[in-house]
């Protein structure tokens, strides 16, 4: 617990230190926070084009494709503030650059996941909650109290998903050193799969987003529950009540992955 507390006591100062550099040049911090927002907002500026010409797409209607990419690109712009230069290992470790890290009185982990901390990733979680409070405005859903509080239970258990997975695939860095695009494909192409409904897709995709890589935890289970929609796998309802239960056991799973890889790593001079 106490080596917890240091992980994340040393993480909040690294991040503060790159949250102060940045600080510095505030009109180009905030130039790049509206360019983070606007270039994120494409994506749904293309479902919005797609929606000028069609009703519904794979039986959604336009409010409802609004909540699952709200909660996506939420859950995922959080992960990807608090846990994205995790993707910089492989290049660490092949520069040699992360051996300094190891010589540190500070967990490994708490460096990589702050090291560059960049502040201007709020933009993209912005425009997703932005495009996830019109859904919410807008869908057909009667909404209470519980309801709201499963959303944001929702919306954390997936950022906590996308965080397990960004982990995973650092870890797998250290067995093979130029891996980054694997794990972009599960992270940033997970996102952009979960931003339409799972009735597009092939069952056996489906299938394997919510068994294999359990993305669909993130956002297609709990908001088809919210809509009243059954699963295309026909899952038992309680199934999507599992969110934050799979982010902890793939936090833990990947927790031990990433200290295997950290000690299988030889230092690039051996």
Not at 26 to 43: E, K, Q, Y
Not at 134 to 154: I, R
Not at 189 to 202: C, E, K, M, R, S
Request: charged share 10%; glycine share 10%; proline share 4%.
């Amino acid at each position: 617990m106490a080596l917890w507390a240091h992980g994340v006591r040393a993480y909040l100062l690294i991040a503060g230190m790159w949250v102060r550099s940045t600080m510095t040049y505030r009109a180009s911090f905030v130039l790049m926070t509206i360019g983070n927002c606007v270039a994120g907002g494409l994506d749904f500026v293309a479902i919005l084009l797609m929606f000028s010409h069609i009703d519904a797409l794979g039986g959604f209607t336009l409010p409802e494709v609004a909540l699952l990419y709200g909660a996506t690109c939420t859950s995922f712009g959080l992960a990807d503030l608090i846990l994205g230069n995790a993707e910089r290992v492989g290049q660490r470790v092949r520069d040699g650059t992360f051996d300094t890290l190891l010589v540190r009185p500070v967990p490994v982990l708490a460096q990589v996941a702050a090291d560059r901390f960049a502040l201007r990733r709020l933009g993209r979680t912005s425009q997703g909650l932005a495009v996830l409070g019109w859904g919410v405005a807008s869908a057909d859903v009667a909404w209470t109290p519980l309801k709201a509080l499963f959303l944001l239970v929702t919306v954390v258990a997936g950022a906590a998903i996308f965080c397990a997975v960004f982990l995973a695939g650092a870890a797998f860095q250290f067995w093979a050193s130029d891996a980054s695009e694997v794990a972009n494909s599960f992270t940033y192409g997970g996102v952009t799969l979960l931003q339409y409904p799972p009735t597009v897709f092939a069952r056996d995709l489906v299938r394997g987003v919510t068994f294999v890589v359990p993305l669909a935890f993130v956002n297609w289970l709990p908001v088809l529950r919210l809509l009243g929609r059954d699963d295309p796998l026909h899952l038992p309802g309680w199934v999507s009540l599992c969110g934050p239960l799979v982010a902890v056991a793939l936090l833990a799973l990947t927790g031990l992955v990433w200290r295997a890889g950290l000690r299988s790593y030889r230092s690039t001079g051996s």
